[in-house]
């Protein structure tokens, strides 16, 4: 289905200081945290589509017998359209991978605390059964800090020191950081090369990885040059999240909370029911989430890929979380630990103007404890820095800062510069100590 066909789907309003967006997704309701088993026919998509057997991934006997076929999710974007494989034990899948490898030569870029993991995993499966493909690989050093352009240059290193041509293929082995870099590498060397990503935490697995922003970051910002550029394919295995400390995990659940709160009430739901499964990384649960989250993800990135306007309601809690994340310092809290306690932000503000009920704003706190996430921001975070940050915040536009709020019933938002300022500082002060 085209992205023009299906707006008429949806209940979307535009004006020029608001934009109001509902969810669509009609699935089914379960108690079950396994609602793949639910026949899909039921299910209404619109752009994302997937389609999934996880029913034969419960089958004992198929497991034994055959290997699982993932769940996938199609991010929907003409001929730059991508599948999302989901699912446990896929890079032990040589083919899943194989088929989006392009031309001979493949560099694989991750880190150092990633490739011990992980790496040869994904050059077997890059190379089993395929002898005319040659794998490289570079390891940069771990952390949001080497996200920038000297690191940027060992991936360019590498891959004219290995003659790598205009046909190769570029593989993010890691988180956010890896996937964002790598694909940015994979825009610009020699224009453009091909480029598949391998997500391993929940944060990259639910979100980074897909709709294609990529990029890096400069000393006076966060993630302020990059490129829109989509990937051959997504290939999550979820077993790779055993190994993500916690913290990290529950980092993640930030955005799949986000995805129920903006646009998918019923997940929000089964998120209510299942949070614990998640935390105790049920595999099958994790599936869920991550499929479920890459549908309305993809979604969202199908109908406005360059961020005119729908697309900013990704970032629920995040003007909030910004000004957390830089008032205590990059790297002290993570960013969905930053996302958590903004989204609380965002949904006392969207209470105090009237937009939504009390029962939203404590399904909201109950449910981000429930995932260990922080529910207020660190003392050390003052009025006057967090609006000194949200002032130079990029959804500043003709004086307005644009907020996305929660209004209505849950699953509902906007993304608005028409409120009333008083309801943003009773917020700050009733968030902030001084
Ligand atoms: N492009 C986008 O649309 C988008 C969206 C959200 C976030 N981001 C970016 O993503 C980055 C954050 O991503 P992140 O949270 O994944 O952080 P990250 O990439 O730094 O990964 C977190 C930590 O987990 C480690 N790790 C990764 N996979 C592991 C595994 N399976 N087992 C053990 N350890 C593992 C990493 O080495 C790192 O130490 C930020 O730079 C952010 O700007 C981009
Ligand atoms: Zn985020």
Not at 53 to 82: E, N
Not at 129 to 158: A, C, H, R
């Amino acid at each position: 289905m085209s992205a023009s066909s299906t707006l008429s789907h949806l209940s979307l309003s535009f004006s020029s200081s608001s934009f109001i967006h509902k969810p669509k997704f009609l699935y089914p309701i379960t108690n079950n945290y396994y609602p793949n088993s639910v026949s899909l026919s039921t299910t209404t998509r619109i752009c994302a589509s997937s389609s999934s057997s996880s029913s034969q991934l419960m089958d004992p006997f198929l497991s034994k017998t055959q290997p699982p076929i993932p769940t996938t999710v199609d991010v929907d974007l003409g001929d730059r359209s991508y599948p999302i494989y989901i699912g446990s034990g896929l890079l032990n899948q040589p083919h899943l991978l194989q088929r989006h490898v392009h031309g001979k030569r493949v560099l694989v870029v991750t880190n150092n605390t990633v490739a011990p993991l992980y790496l040869d995993k994904v050059v077997e499966a890059l190379t089993k059964g395929n002898q005319n493909v040659s794998v490289e690989s570079v390891i940069l050093p771990d952390g949001e800090q080497y996200k920038n352009m000297d690191t940027l240059m060992k991936v360019f290193d590498k891959a004219i020191e290995s003659r790598l041509d205009r046909r190769s293929t570029f593989v993010a082995l890691g988180g956010g950081v890896i996937g964002d870099m790598c694909g940015y590498a994979a825009a610009s060397f020699l224009r453009g090369v091909n480029f598949i990503q391998i997500p391993t935490t929940v944060m990259a697995q639910v979100d980074s990885s897909v709709g294609g922003k990529t990029g890096i970051n400069h000393h006076l910002g966060k993630n302020l040059i990059g490129a829109f550029y989509q990937p051959q394919c997504v290939l999550i295995d979820t077993d790779t999240l055993n190994t993500l400390p916690e913290r990290e995990l529950a980092s993640g659940f930030a955005e799949v909370i986000k995805y129920g709160l903006i646009r998918d009430a019923e997940f929000f739901e089964w998120q209510e029911k299942n949070m614990q499964a998640l935390l105790a990384r049920d595999p099958n649960a994790l599936a869920y989430a991550i499929k479920r989250s890459c549908e309305n993800k993809a979604e969202v990135v199908s109908l406005d890929e360059k961020e005119s306007g729908l697309r900013a309601t990704l970032n629920l809690g995040h003007t909030f979380g910004h000004a957390i994340e830089t008032g205590v310092g990059y790297g002290q809290w993570l960013h969905g630990e930053a996302v958590a306690a903004g989204t609380v932000m965002a949904v006392d503000m969207s209470y105090r103007l009237g937009w939504i009920d009390d029962s939203i704003v404590k399904r909201v706190g109950d449910i981000l404890k429930k995932a260990k996430l922080p529910t207020t921001p660190p003392e050390t975070v003052t009025m006057d820095m967090f609006k000194s940050v949200m002032a130079v915040d990029k959804k500043v536009a003709d004086g307005l800062l644009r907020l996305i709020l929660l209004k209505g019933p849950l699953g509902n938002c906007v993304f608005t510069g028409d409120y009333d300022r008083k309801a943003l500082d009773d917020t700050l002060r009733a968030f902030c100590k001084s």
